[in-house]
């Protein structure tokens, strides 16, 4: 299974962009998957996950502005940033997490998100 991140690029801060994460196989194979990022110098964060049938979950920076789905038609998972900020400026990351029959967890390439002050 591959995963493949786009969508990322230069906006300026309060504007907004949606990241995609496509799988190339069913995303009903995967239990949880999620949105990381890095920032030039910081360690790689969690920023939002959900678990197959459930909810998302956000980092406390991204609250209230970004939002996680999956269209499991399309296999591919989304991340909807709005007002962003110049500190959302990172590397993103998607990150698939399949239990059974073994563990095993999938990252994608990184899309590089800029946010202009």
């Known amino acids: 299974v591959q995963l493949q991140a786009s969508g990322g690029g230069l906006v300026q801060a309060g504007g907004s962009l949606r990241l995609s994460c496509a799988a190339s196989?069913?995303?009903?194979?995967?239990?949880?998957m999620g949105w990381y990022r890095q920032a030039p110098g910081k360690q790689r964060e969690s920023v939002a996950s959900?678990?197959?049938?459930?909810?998302?979950n956000y980092a406390d920076s991204v609250k209230g502005r970004f939002t996680v789905s999956i269209d499991s038609a399309k296999n591919t998972m989304y991340l909807q940033m709005n007002s962003l900020k110049p500190e959302d400026t990172a590397v993103y990351f998607c990150?698939?997490?399949?239990?059974?029959?073994?563990?095993?967890?999938?990252w994608g390439q990184g899309t590089l998100v800029t946010v202009s002050s």
């Open positions: 959900i678990a197959r049938g459930g909810t998302g």
């Open positions: 196989g069913s995303i009903f194979s995967f239990n949880a």
């Open positions: 990150n698939a997490l399949q239990y059974a029959p073994e563990f095993k967890t999938y």
